[in-house]
């Protein structure tokens, strides 16, 4: 056999290399990022809502800081099911992911993107008033940069393979 045809056999028995590593890595981001605008919509909708009906304008910092939480919980409830449905997709992940410890390091990165979101939309909240819809806005930001540190949390330490 030629030198090209053994390293093409040797490079298709690898069951992964570096290029398709990174691809899945990439589509696996992509599916949480989907996953995590799921989430998003929840949690904001679910802050919304209780900001909105209980209590309406003039809402105090502690005030948002209780519909942050609640929304907060909407969303980690949400995105927990569905990166275990489909995000984390290899069986070593799945069965990792179904755990009770896995859900409480799920739960205790969670709970550090809490504390970042909370400190996020209280500065933010600070800075554009928690009336009209600029809170919203300020969440936006936020989550986005609570969601990358949610995803590389999660993929260390709940559903990291051999």
Do not use: H
């Not at 390293?7 to 589509?27: C, H, M, Q, Y």
């Not at 989907?34 to 904001?44: L, N, P, Q, W």
Request: charged share 20%; glycine share 12%; with cysteine.
């Amino acid at each position: 056999m030629s030198n090209k045809t053994d390293t093409e056999a040797v490079k298709k028995d690898t069951p992964t290399n570096a290029g398709d590593s990174r691809k899945k890595l990439i589509f696996e981001f992509l599916r949480y990022a989907i996953v995590g605008g799921v989430a998003f919509v929840a949690d904001t909708g679910a802050m919304a809502a209780v900001k909105e009906i209980f209590f309406k304008e003039n809402c105090t910092s502690f005030q948002m800081g209780i519909c942050v939480a609640i929304g907060f919980v909407v969303g980690l409830i949400c995105n927990y099911i569905l990166s275990n449905l489909f995000v984390f997709k290899s069986e070593e992940q799945r069965e990792k992911g179904k755990s009770l410890s896995a859900f409480l390091i799920y739960f205790a990165v969670g709970a550090i993107g809490f504390g970042l979101t909370e400190l996020g939309m209280w500065l933010g909240v600070k800075i554009v008033g928690p009336d009209g819809l600029w809170y919203i806005l300020v969440k936006c930001f936020v989550a986005g940069v609570v969601m990358i540190w949610n995803y590389v949390g999660r993929k260390i330490f709940v559903y990291q393979g051999k």
